[in-house]
C-alpha cells in the first residue's frame, strides 16, 4: 500500500521559514519524479515545485522562487520543501504528490499518481 506522509506544516510569521516533509512508502521512490501542491480555500489545488527522480532537475512556478526549495534523499525516500521568506498568500494546504508520467504532465494534479494528505501553512501577517 502506498503512503505519502507530510509533516512539517505549522503557522509563522511574515518573512519565517518552514520545512515540509514527504515521507513515502509502498513504491520505489526512485522510479517516481515529485511534485508539492498546494491548495488555498475556494480555488484550486496548483503546482508548487517539483523534482525529478534523481533531484538534478526542478520546477518552480513564479510565485516562489527564490524563496522555496525542493529537494529528496533517495535513500530516506522523502521529499522536502524548504520555504523561506513566506508571505500570507503562501497560506495553503500543502499536498506532496509522485509521479510516473512525463515531465510534461506534471504541472497539473491528473499527472500525478499518489496523493498525500496534505498538511497546513499558514502564514500571518
Known amino acids: 500500500q502506498v503512503q505519502l506522509v507530510e509533516s512539517g506544516g505549522g503557522l509563522v510569521q511574515t518573512g519565517g521559514s518552514l520545512r515540509l516533509s514527504c515521507a513515502a512508502s509502498?513504491?520505489?521512490?526512485?522510479?517516481?519524479?515529485m511534485g508539492w501542491f498546494r491548495q488555498a480555500p475556494g480555488k484550486e489545488r496548483d503546482l508548487v515545485a517539483a523534482?525529478?527522480?534523481?533531484?538534478?532537475?526542478?520546477y518552480y512556478v513564479d510565485s516562489v522562487k527564490g524563496r522555496f526549495t525542493i529537494s529528496r534523499d533517495n535513500a530516506k525516500n522523502t521529499v522536502y520543501l524548504q520555504m523561506n521568506s513566506l508571505k500570507p498568500e503562501d497560506t495553503a494546504v500543502y499536498y506532496c504528490?509522485?509521479?510516473?508520467?512525463?515531465?510534461?504532465?506534471?504541472?497539473?494534479?491528473?499527472?500525478?499518481?499518489?496523493w498525500g494528505q496534505g498538511t497546513q501553512v499558514t502564514v500571518s501577517s
Open positions: 504528490a509522485a509521479s510516473t508520467f512525463t515531465a510534461q504532465a506534471l504541472g497539473v494534479p491528473s499527472g500525478y499518481n499518489y
Open positions: 523534482i525529478s527522480w534523481s533531484g538534478s532537475r526542478t
Open positions: 509502498g513504491l520505489h521512490f526512485t522510479t517516481y519524479k
